[in-house]
């Protein structure tokens, strides 16, 4: 069973910086697409990036290019996302997903971006 | 980036009848691979979204026969053949050909 538990989500001063992890179990990690995606609070969703499966080349939006770098650690079947600059607009649940058209996805996260 | 527009918002159905929402991009969405990567999702509420269609009409894994997609192009159309009451949340369409990937602003399902 395909699962994916994200974590390190909470209140952060604009500027600021977080770092979340998604934990994967179930499937082939080391050789899968991921993604991320957001949902602003009673927004719609939202694509944030993608890492590629064996190449692990990089994807982003254009909202977050610069200040949000995604990476992965094969050996923990960890996905991470380290947001950096954070801003008001930033604060949202975020889902990790596999694949990076998602067909799975975790529970998420929420970040609060406030003073 | 290519933008992805849903008709209707909302949709209010009785259960045991259909219901179609349509997606539609501004730029084709079939890609150099011959794929044309196109998928629907549905966020019931207080939940994660879950996908229900992959490339335009693929159901996904434990999906029910009554989804259905359709579509080239730049025109698409996910279609509920009868509408159960777990139906109700909210359906986004996603496309992964170009990038950015984006999605669709979402239509709210309602089941009266």
């Known amino acids: 069973e395909v699962q994916l538990v994200e974590s390190g989500g909470g209140l952060v001063q604009p500027g600021g910086s977080l770092r979340l992890s998604c934990v994967a179990s179930?499937?082939?990690?080391?050789?899968?697409?991921m993604s991320w995606v957001r949902q602003a609070p009673g927004e719609g969703l939202e694509w944030v990036s993608a890492?590629?499966?064996?190449?692990?080349?990089?994807y982003y939006a254009d909202s977050v290019k610069g200040r949000f770098t995604m990476s992965r650690d094969k050996s923990k079947n960890t996905l991470y996302l380290q947001m950096n600059s954070l801003r008001a607009e930033d604060t949202a649940v975020y889902y990790c997903?596999?694949?990076?058209?998602?067909?799975?996805w975790g529970q998420g996260t929420l970040v609060t971006v406030s003073s | 980036d290519t933008v992805l527009t849903q008709t209707p918002l909302s949709l209010s159905v009785t259960p045991g009848q259909p219901a179609s929402i349509s997606c539609k991009s501004r730029?084709?969405?079939?890609?150099?691979?011959?794929?044309?990567?196109l998928f629907w999702y549905l966020q019931k509420p207080g939940q994660s979204p879950e996908l229900l269609i992959y490339?335009?009409?693929s159901r996904f894994s434990g999906v029910p026969d009554r989804f259905s997609g359709s579509g080239s192009g730049t025109d698409f159309t996910l279609k509920i053949s009868r509408v159960e009451a777990e139906d109700a949340g909210v359906y986004y369409c996603?496309?992964?050909?170009?990038?950015?990937?984006?999605f669709g602003p979402g239509t709210k399902v309602d089941i009266k």
């Open positions: 490339e335009v009409f």
């Open positions: 890492i590629s499966g064996n190449a692990g080349n990089t």
């Open positions: 996603m496309q992964g050909t170009h990038l950015p990937f984006t």
């Open positions: 730029q084709s969405l079939l890609h150099s691979d011959g794929k044309t990567y």
């Open positions: 179930g499937f082939a990690f080391s050789s899968s697409a």
């Open positions: 997903a596999k694949d990076s058209s998602p067909n799975y």
